[in-house]
Antibody, heavy 126, light 108 residues
Framework: EVQLVESGGGLVKPGRSLRLSCTGS????????VSWFRQAPGKGLEWVGF??????????EYAASVEDRFTISRDDYKRSAYLQLKSLKTEDTAVYYC?????????????????WGQGTLVTVSS | SYVLTQPPSVSVAPGKTARISCGGN??????VHWYQQKAGQAPVLVIY???DRPSGIPERFSGSKSGNTATLTLIRVEAGDEADYYC???????????FGGGTKLTVL
């Protein structure tokens, strides 16, 4: 079974940093792009960014709202992707999800997101 | 930037058919994907490439497109279908995904 598990969330003070992990099982982790999302309490899904697989250079894309503070990386040997959160603000409080990126292999373009991890809660508060 | 518009809420009686719309300029030229998110759970992909169902998704779920609107249709709605539903496309000009604001499906 393809599975993703996030970890690393918790309570953190404004201005601090946090690193979230996303560990996969049941598939060849290195062959897949990984994306991060977040969902603030009572709000909709917000895309954070994604990291391509090694064959695509492990390049990253970010939402404009976070690109100066968040960084996505990966370690295929550990079957993990990471989301580094810096200079955290109270408005970064959310459940953070990781997910695999589904590709249209005819066009080599990313398209959809599945499966998703169960999420990890980050609470930014003094 | 590209915008997808969904109704905030749709209500339907059990056993009836629910239709959730997703409007976007020239959406016919894009692939539309749909997600179901039940309360307290992670999203689940229920339709991809406009109308394809991932393994494990019931045949009661279907997707279609016409003009500037994509539609997720649920037939024989059950109480367990109550959830938020999101449509999504990929904005190739920015290499970013775009999501609709979500539709809360209430089963009466």
């Amino acid at each position: 079974e393809v599975q993703l598990v996030e970890s690393g969330g918790g309570l953190v003070k404004p201005g601090r940093s946090l690193r979230l992990s996303c560990t996969g099982s049941g598939f060849t982790f290195g062959d897949n792009a990984v994306s991060w999302f977040r969902q603030a309490p009572g709000k909709g899904l917000e895309w954070v960014g994604f990291i391509r697989s090694k064959i695509y250079g492990e390049t990253t894309e970010y939402a404009a709202s976070v690109e100066d503070r968040f960084t996505i990386s990966r370690d295929d040997y550990k079957r993990s992707a990471y989301l580094q959160l810096k200079s955290l603000k109270t408005e970064d409080t959310a459940v953070y999800y990781c997910t695999l990126v589904g590709y249209d292999f005819l066009t080599n373009h990313p398209n959809w997101f599945a499966p998703w991890g169960q999420g990890t809660l980050v609470t930014v508060s003094s | 930037s590209y915008v997808l518009t969904q109704p905030p809420s749709v209500s339907v009686a059990p056993g009836k058919t629910a239709r959730i719309s997703c409007g976007g300029n020239n959406i016919g030229s894009k692939s539309v994907h749909w997600y179901q998110q039940k309360a307290g759970q992670a999203p689940v992909l229920v339709i991809y490439f406009d109308k394809d169902r991932p393994s494990g998704i019931p045949e009661r779920f279907s997707g279609s497109k016409s003009g500037n609107t994509a539609t997720l249709t649920l037939i024989r709605v059950e109480a367990g279908d109550e959830a938020d539903y999101y449509c999504q496309v990929w904005d190739r000009s920015r290499d970013h995904p775009v999501f609709g604001g979500g539709t809360k499906l209430t089963v009466l």
